[in-house]
T-cell receptor, first 114, second 112 residues
Framework: GAGVSQSPSNKVTEKGKDVELRCDPI?????LYWYRQSLGQGLEFLIY????????KSGLPSDRFSAERTGGSVSTLTIQRTQQEDSAVYLC????????????FGPGTRLTVL | EDQVTQSPEALRLQEGESSSLNCSYT??????LFWYRQDPGKGPEFLFT???AGEEKEKERLKATLTKKESFLHITAPKPEDSATYLC?????????????FGKGTHLIIQP
């Protein structure tokens, strides 16, 4: 079956612009997660959704970051007023239900802020 | 202090030369330990989940084991296609909701 899909695969933007990253989870997966992978930093957990609800937003790096999920499916991660330190690969994962279920990752969106 | 530490950072082996990768963790209330493989430019690919000390899982040339403080990923007679970065992650009580805490990975190169 289809895996987690993300779009765009690559995004180059100018400092100060807003960007939207999209994640389409595996069909039937109720939990969805966003991570960030920076060079030399490893994978950093940002936020998760159970259904359309995100109970804990404390992992988001700053108030420029927001995320939403609609219809229990597609999720969007929005970064406002992008900064160069936001450059990273943003990964989305989904699981059948809340952990400790296995999380399956998408291919990621590589964001470059010039 | 890192909560998940992987060693070595990089490992170069000859084809057929078996070895082990280590993942040590300092968190308490472990709910699960996960191994992933990541190829350049791709997302992590799931390999194993371990839930309790003493548990072992195998898949082809890979075998994962878990103790109360660490996990090993044993690679038997590796092939060049096993070259990748291997990531270890934990889920624990008190962690970031249901987010995984990852180590920095072991970059494995298998030379023909």
């Amino acid at each position: 079956g289809a895996g987690v899909s993300q779009s765009p695969s690559n995004k180059v933007t100018e400092k100060g612009k807003d960007v939207e990253l999209r994640c389409d989870p595996i069909s039937g997966h109720t939990a969805l997660y966003w991570y960030r992978q920076s060079l030399g930093q490893g994978l950093e957990f940002l936020i998760y959704f159970q259904g359309n609800s995100a109970p804990d937003k404390s992992g988001l790096p700053s108030d420029r970051f927001s995320a939403e999920r609609t219809g229990g499916s597609v999720s969007t991660l929005t970064i406002q007023r992008t900064q160069q330190e936001d450059s990273a690969v943003y990964l989305c994962a989904s699981s059948l239900e809340l952990s400790p279920r296995t999380q399956y990752f998408g291919p990621g969106t590589r964001l470059t802020v010039l | 202090e890192d909560q998940v530490t992987q060693s070595p950072e990089a490992l170069r082996l000859q084809e057929g030369e078996s070895s082990s990768l280590n993942c040590s963790y300092t968190v308490s209330g472990l709910r699960g330990l996960f191994w992933y493989r990541q190829d350049p430019g791709k997302g992590p690919e799931f390999l194993f989940t371990l839930y309790s000390a003493g548990e072992e899982k195998e898949k082809e040339r890979l075998k994962a084991t878990l103790t109360k403080k660490e996990s090993f990923l044993h690679i038997t007679a590796p092939k060049p296609e096993d070259s990748a970065t291997y990531l270890c992650a934990v889920l624990y009580s008190g962690g970031g909701a249901d987010g995984l805490t990852f180590g920095k990975g072991t970059h494995l190169i298998i030379q023909p």
